[in-house]
């Protein structure tokens, strides 16, 4: 296996999907492997092992759900073509006696001190060099996470080092149509400051992310302050179809009655007229994949 077969492998990953909804499951599991790679840990990993921090990085990385599944990419990345799992063929002989689903639970790979990992042909190559590991891993958090996203996935699954990436195929009229549109100022707290003629802390917010595949429009942007925009992403803060602002009940902490929970129920700072408003499928995608309901009730409600 050489690098361009790694490559070509990693990229045409199947990664489930259903509609619009988002599972990260393969692509934080092989993050973590990378680490572990970045790292000259062993080559397999227990299952044991991996189960509680994939779970966490489920939780705090991937949609809200009222389970995660952190032995389903384990098993699934067998099919990859650069994973394997100890043990398989013994597993599925006994998946009729314990379970009618095609896959093993946690507890059964638990039991069975299963491990698994890059198959020896692309531990060795990734091993024997660094520079594509990090190339690996830039890939992968461009393709499934937005870019306030990566830092925060890297430093959870341990990753020492990564190196910059410019392939990030963007529009480039999309930042100044959406600063344009909403007047130079955060649409949730109406910042707007500027440096001589540049905007300051100011960005161009996608409501449903490029990565999964939102357009670069500005029936998908929003101006919003860093801080406001880094909310948005992270799930803390959504916008109803009525274009008011919806807090997490899950927000917590000194300092967020200021910055968060006091635009609360409080109605977005518009485009001006004649620009179209964000388009109510990108917010019912947003509240669906990314925030963390429930809301919370505003206050005087």
């Not at 572990?36 to 092992?49: C, F, I, K, P």
């Not at 389970?67 to 990419?73: D, G, K, R």
């Amino acid at each position: 296996m050489n690098a361009d077969q790694l490559r070509e492998l990693l990229r045409s990953l199947k990664v489930w999907r259903r509609g619009d909804e988002r599972a990260p499951h393969k692509p934080l599991l092989l993050l973590l492997a990378l680490a572990h790679v970045r790292r000259g840990d062993e080559r397999l990993l227990s299952y044991a092992d991996i189960d509680a921090p994939l779970r966490d990085l489920l939780r705090d990385f991937g949609p809200k759900r009222k389970s995660a599944h952190p032995e389903m990419p384990f098993w699934h990345l067998c099919s990859s073509g650069f994973w394997e799992v100890t043990d398989k063929e013994q597993i599925q002989a006994l998946l009729p006696q314990v379970t009618k689903r095609r896959n093993p639970s946690s507890k059964l790979l638990i039991e069975r001190a299963t491990q698994g990992g890059f198959c020896k042909q692309a531990h060795d190559l990734l091993q024997g060099e660094p520079a594509l590991v990090d190339e690996l891993a830039q890939e992968i958090l461009e393709a499934h996470f937005p870019n306030s996203y990566h830092n925060d996935i890297l430093d959870a699954v341990g990753f020492q080092w990564i190196q910059e990436s410019t392939r990030r195929p963007r529009d480039p009229k999309f930042r100044n149509e959406v600063l344009q549109a909403y007047e130079h100022r955060c649409a949730v707290c109406g910042f707007a400051a500027r440096l001589g003629q540049h905007d300051l802390a100011l960005e161009a917010a996608h409501v449903k992310w490029h990565c999964e595949n939102g357009p670069d429009s500005v029936e998908n942007g929003l101006a919003l302050c860093v801080f406001h925009h880094r909310m948005l992403d992270r799930g803390a803060l959504s916008i109803d179809d009525a274009h008011h602002v919806l807090v997490s009940k899950d927000v917590n902490g000194p300092g967020v009655d200021d910055l968060l929970l006091r635009y609360c129920g409080q109605p977005l700072l518009g485009p001006m007229h004649g620009d179209p408003p964000i388009n109510t499928a990108y917010l019912a995608w947003h509240r669906k994949e990314v925030f963390r309901a429930p809301a919370r009730v505003a206050r005087g409600s």
